[in-house]
């Protein structure tokens, strides 16, 4: 796995952000030695989909590539919302890559061995809903040949699929690896669960994160469908009832998550459709913390992060990331934010800062500076 | 060995499922209502056998790297999840059968790749399905086929025997590691068996003389019962 082999990546390092807004710095290898017993954390174990096809659009003979963003519905696996690229490769910036052939309903795209017909363009020129002929078998089957994981223009070096799942990656339904779950591996959830931090997981199905269009970005991320194991929806009722926290791995876990709230305050275990956007003013009522990448200002990432922490935080840590060199995008740096106290304190624990992580003072985490 | 447990639903990966016992592991678990999906390095056969039982076939070549996400996609996309991974599928190095002195280094090669790094990929890709099966209460088991060349040194099966030997130690250190994820690691020794890769080792060998791979298959099947929880939680298909 190209997350994990990178050399860089062994010195990788970890923005933390307590409920104050207090910043620090630490490499994220430490991050086993994390929380505190009766926390639970929980991952994304979406495993990717080879999303991005190369082919021709059969009406103009013109070369196209098919980008794979969405599931029109999660029990269909015939039917996808895309996004189409003209010639070129992931070595040009997604924003400068060439417009492909107007692709109008009802035409026809060859990729490798898979057919798939435009059903019907919706509301941009280069997004679409299109129809793959066959049934599951044969489109994974063609998927698994002919696709590849959609690839970064900061990473020039081709990935493969291997490259862009997760340590626990399980069910393939992603367009894009759920790419905070990078900083996990086994050896650190033996270390919680010998600490009493618990682990589970859901299922999300991370869209594609970005498609070269600025007005197209803005609807980000689209309709994301879930699955929350009823173990998980029990973890998480215990934890809570403990006074535990919850520490997102990834922002399509808080998303999941938050669409799954019931009334009551727990959470719905079963399929889901994550359809809202995540923004400063969304009160959060299950997550405590988000482990993510490092997010800038505008991306859809940053602005849920705006439902964790002020304005002023953000801005802060705005100002450490590009201080302290920390690197963005999906094989980057992490950031660890503690939502800020919640308003009306439900959470008793919430009100002050007490020992997320081990204190100061008897600390064995290993500070980069 | 008669099964008798009723396996529906099981979700079951099976390497090398067009041939020997990989293929009565296929017949045998898609008769008994599990979900399976076999792969193979023959396009033709695959679909032959897809054919008949139903299970879903998967062409690739377990000793080629670049196969094994393209593999595991399809295996956890069609069936859902896994709960159980058969490494099945083997290479015996050099054929005829020769002595390690005679044996080329890329027959050697050829062996681990298919025998040993394999096996160690498809299972690490397939993990983290296994650890999901398994926290949801459906059980989660690795069986690998193991070889009495892991544990004797016959003359002439020095490429075999020893890639045997490394998976069968691979699979103990596994089952150590892999115990408090709740995912069981198993070698097992089917003996030797009426198969083409038998007859390629052994062409003269009197077939009434070996086991038949059907009941290797069953005692392999109930092997894998015994490893599975007694009242698992399967659960219905939930993934496109």
């Given at each position: 796995m190209i997350a994990a082999k990178r050399p860089e990546q062994r010195l990788a390092k970890l923005l933390m952000i307590d409920a104050k807004g207090e910043v620090r710095h630490f490499l994220r290898h430490t991050l086993a030695a994390l929380f505190s017993p009766g926390d639970l954390l929980i991952a994304n174990d979406a495993a990717t989909l080879p999303a991005s096809l190369q082919g021709i659009h059969c009406p103009s003979g013109e070369p196209i590539e098919i980008r794979l963003a969405a599931w029109v519905s999660i029990h269909d696996p015939t039917r996808f919302t895309a996004i189409a690229f003209g010639t070129g490769d992931h070595r040009t910036r997604t924003e400068d890559r060439i417009a492909p052939p107007p692709v109008a309903s009802g035409d026809r795209l060859a990729l490798g061995t898979l057919v798939a017909i435009v059903e019907r363009r919706l509301y941009h020129p280069r997004l679409f809903r299109l129809r793959f002929l066959g049934n599951r078998a044969t489109i994974l089957t063609g998927l698994a040949r002919h696709g590849r994981p959609v690839q970064y223009a900061h990473i020039p070096e081709p990935l493969a699929l291997g490259d862009v799942w997760t340590r626990i990656a399980a069910h393939p339904i992603a367009f894009e690896p759920p790419s905070a779950g990078f900083v996990l591996d086994w050896r650190a959830l033996a270390v919680w669960r010998q600490r009493g931090v618990g682990f589970a997981t859901l299922t999300h199905a991370a869209g594609l994160s970005s498609t070269g269009d600025p007005g197209l970005d803005q609807r980000l991320p689209f309709d994301e469908p879930?699955?929350?194991?009823?173990?998980?929806?029990?973890?998480?009722?215990?934890?809570?009832?403990?006074?535990?926290?919850?520490?997102a791995v990834g922002t399509t876990v808080v998303r999941a998550l938050e669409s799954?709230?019931?009334?009551?305050?727990?959470?719905?275990?079963?399929?889901?459709?994550?359809?809202e956007r995540i923004v400063g003013e969304t009160p959060l009522r299950i997550v405590d913390m988000v482990l993510t990448g490092v997010h800038q200002p505008g991306e859809s990432h940053f602005e849920l992060l705006r439902a964790f922490a002020t304005d002023v935080v953000l801005n802060e840590i705005s100002v450490a990331v590009g201080e302290h060199g920390y690197r963005p995008h999906e094989f980057g740096d992490s950031m660890l934010i503690e939502r800020r106290p919640r308003v009306g304190c439900d959470h008793p624990q919430a009100a002050e800062f007490t020992s997320l992580w081990p204190s100061r003072t008897n600390s064995t985490l290993e500070q980069w500076e | 060995m008669p099964i008798n447990l009723d396996l529906k639903g099981l979700r079951v990966a099976v390497t090398g499922g067009t041939r020997g016992l990989g293929l009565a592991l296929v017949r045998l678990l898609a008769g008994r209502g599990a979900r399976v999906a076999f792969v193979a390095r023959t396009a033709r056969a695959v679909e032959q056998i897809a054919g008949e039982t139903g299970a879903f076939g998967i062409v690739g070549d377990i000793g080629r790297k670049e196969d094994i996400h393209p593999i595991a996609v399809q295996v956890t996309g069609n069936l859902s999840g896994l709960d159980v991974l058969i490494n099945n599928a083997s290479a015996l190095g050099p054929i005829p059968l020769a002595l390690l002195a005679d044996t080329e280094c890329e027959e050697l090669e050829q062996a681990l790749m298919v025998n040993l790094l394999g096996p160690f990929r498809l299972t690490k890709a397939l993990f983290g399905a296994l650890v999901a099966s398994a926290r949801?209460?459906?059980?989660?088991?690795?069986?690998?086929?193991?070889?009495?060349?892991?544990?004797?040194?016959?003359?002439?099966?020095?490429?075999?025997?020893?890639?045997?030997?490394?998976?069968r130690h691979l699979t103990a250190i596994w089952a150590e590691e892999a115990k408090t994820e709740g995912v069981s690691f198993l070698s097992l020794d089917p003996g030797d068996m009426d198969t083409p890769l038998h007859a390629l080792a052994v062409p003269g060998a009197d077939p009434t003389m070996l086991r038949r791979p059907e009941d290797a298959a069953a005692e392999i099947v109930?092997?894998?019962?015994?490893?599975?929880?007694?009242e698992p939680a399967r659960p219905a298909a939930v993934h496109p």
């Open positions: 879930y699955r929350i194991p009823e173990c998980t929806a029990a973890a998480i009722k215990l934890a809570k009832s403990r006074g535990g926290r919850i520490i799954a709230v019931n009334a009551d305050g727990s959470v719905r275990a079963g399929h889901g459709v994550a359809s | 949801e209460g459906c059980g989660a088991v690795v069986i690998n086929i193991s070889s009495d060349a892991a544990v004797n040194a016959y003359s002439s099966w020095g490429a075999y025997g020893s890639s045997k030997a490394a998976l109930g092997s894998l019962i015994a490893a599975l929880p007694s």
